[in-house]
């Protein structure tokens, strides 16, 4: 059964700090694994789709990379604005997604 | 971009009603919709796959009879929890995509309160 850990679970920065988000999971045999962002009381927006014959997708600020053989994916967001305060969820398919349960995202002013 | 519509987006009823969610998908044709539940601090977690015109695949541990799911055409899904409980209180969010390479777009949820 494919488990998917995000760790930390909370997360406060500074405006304007890059980061990184990591993702694990521990089945490498995916169709492909999709980040998405929930904000309070909403769905899920999603942000890259990456297939499980691409290593990156790239999105303004945003940044996926997709190791299938570690079972490792992470998120880079570049210049942290407030507006980025959310929590961030990986999930892998598919094609039903199986997810983690988020990184919540505080960026401070 | 892609846009799911979920309705409605708050319910509270008495034990033992049943209820009925819309999935839409408003500018694409779904191929696939996804029904998923979300426990508090809890993952989202699958329980069904719904395809046009077929009958939906329910993950194990969930009951078939107590959440019908109904994908009569290629923009819309239903899901119905019979017979609601209290236990049975959570955020329901539907998925769809028109083909296997493109991304889940999702709805904005119903939260499910049964007194």
């Known amino acids: 059964k494919q488990e998917v850990t995000q760790i930390p679970a909370a997360l406060s920065v500074p405006e304007g700090e890059n980061l990184v988000l990591n993702c694990s999971f521990t089945?490498?045999?995916?169709?492909?694994l999709q980040w998405f962002r929930q904000d309070p009381g909403k769905g899920l927006t999603s942000l890259l789709l990456?297939?499980?014959?691409?290593r990156e997708q790239t999105s303004g600020r945003l940044n996926a990379s997709l190791d299938k053989s570690s079972g490792r994916s992470t998120l880079y967001i570049a210049a942290s604005q407030p507006g980025d305060s959310a929590t961030y969820l990986c999930?892998?398919?598919?094609?039903?997604?199986?997810f983690g349960k988020g990184i919540t995202l505080s960026v401070r002013p | 971009g892609a846009v799911v519509s979920q309705h409605p987006s708050w319910v509270i009823c008495k034990s033992g009603t049943s209820v009925k969610i819309e999935c839409r998908s408003l500018?694409?044709?779904?191929?696939?919709m996804f029904w998923y539940r979300q426990f508090p601090k809890q993952s989202l977690m699958l329980m069904a796959t719904?395809?046009?015109?077929?009958?939906?695949?329910?993950e194990q541990g969930v009951e078939k009879d107590k959440f019908l799911i109904n994908h009569a055409s290629l923009t819309l899904s239903t899901l119905t929890v019979t017979s609601a409980h209290p236990e049975d209180s959570s955020f329901y969010i539907c998925?769809?995509?028109?083909?296997?390479?493109?991304?889940?777009?999702f709805g904005d949820g119903t939260r499910l309160s049964i007194l």
């Open positions: 999930a892998v398919g598919g094609p039903g997604l199986t």
């Open positions: 500018d694409f044709q779904a191929t696939t």
């Open positions: 990456i297939q499980s014959s691409q």
């Open positions: 719904s395809n046009e015109g077929s009958k939906a695949t329910y």
């Open positions: 998925s769809a995509i028109g083909d296997s390479n493109q991304p889940q777009h």
């Open positions: 089945d490498s045999a995916i169709y492909n």
